[in-house]
């Protein structure tokens, strides 16, 4: 089994939707992102939690919301999609000692 | 800021060369440096890690070089095979708690 899944691989929503992106690990992290991937601009930090009490923004944190229910659930919000949040979206986890990042396989996201 | 550029954005090279793939950055005072790998609609995956003591780290083809002092690093991969083909992505920590920088990729097609 793969160590971070990301629950779904893809989505196609409408403009105005509610969707969630859900990402799960058996790695026993405790520090989880959240980043998203578009064409020319390359990976960028959406949120990111060092521990169940801890949530921080990152670059482009305006549109999106974020909960750690557990340890090893970190999830991704948007309250009401719209076409520019089209994109490929990433859950990674790392350990405390910051050594690597371990990706999920990714959600394909398509706003319409 | 700390910025990641990698040049150039894509790179075909016939089957059996060597290759080198560049990245710099902007400000010297790193924590440490990594590359990915990232297949096409994939997660992405650490190749290799440099802290900022060292100046080369090697895994079977590939040997990453970093130069803090001229802010550069090089991925030489050797022997390219068409299963090499992928993005490639350089990874920049500027302190142990910062968040990782991105570079927007080499993305490599090895021809048969």
């Known amino acids: 089994d793969a160590d971070v899944t990301q629950t779904p691989r893809n989505r196609i929503t409408k403009t105005g939707k509610r969707i969630m992106l859900e990402c799960s690990q058996t790695k026993g992290h405790d520090r989880m992102y959240w980043y998203r991937q578009d064409p020319g601009l390359g990976l960028r930090l959406i949120y990111y939690?060092?521990?169940?009490?801890?949530?921080n923004k990152g670059e482009i944190s305006d549109g999106y919301s974020v909960s750690r229910q557990a340890q090893a659930k970190f999830s991704l919000s948007l309250e009401s999609a719209i076409p520019n949040q089209t994109a490929l979206y990433f859950c990674?986890?790392?350990?405390?000692?910051?050594?690597?990042?371990?990706f999920g396989p990714g959600t394909r996201l398509l706003v319409l | 800021k700390q910025e990641v550029t990698q040049i150039p954005a894509a790179l075909s090279v016939p089957e059996g060369e060597n290759l080198v793939l560049n990245c710099s950055f902007t400000?010297?005072?790193?924590?440490?440096l990594q590359w990915f790998r990232q297949d096409p609609g994939k997660g992405l995956t650490s190749l290799l890690l440099?802290?900022?003591?060292?100046r080369e780290q090697t895994s079977g083809r590939l040997n990453a070089s970093l130069d803090k002092s001229s802010g550069r690093s090089t991925l030489y991969i050797a022997a390219s095979q068409p299963g090499d083909s992928a993005t490639y992505l350089c990874?920049?920590?500027?302190?142990?708690?910062?968040?990782?920088?991105f570079g927007k990729g080499t993305r490599l097609h090895i021809l048969p």
């Open positions: 990674a986890t790392s350990d405390f000692s910051f050594e690597t990042q371990y």
């Open positions: 400000d010297s005072a790193i924590y440490n």
């Open positions: 939690s060092f521990d169940v009490k801890d949530i």
């Open positions: 990874a920049v920590r500027p302190g142990r708690d910062d968040k990782i920088i």
């Open positions: 440099i802290q900022s003591s060292q």
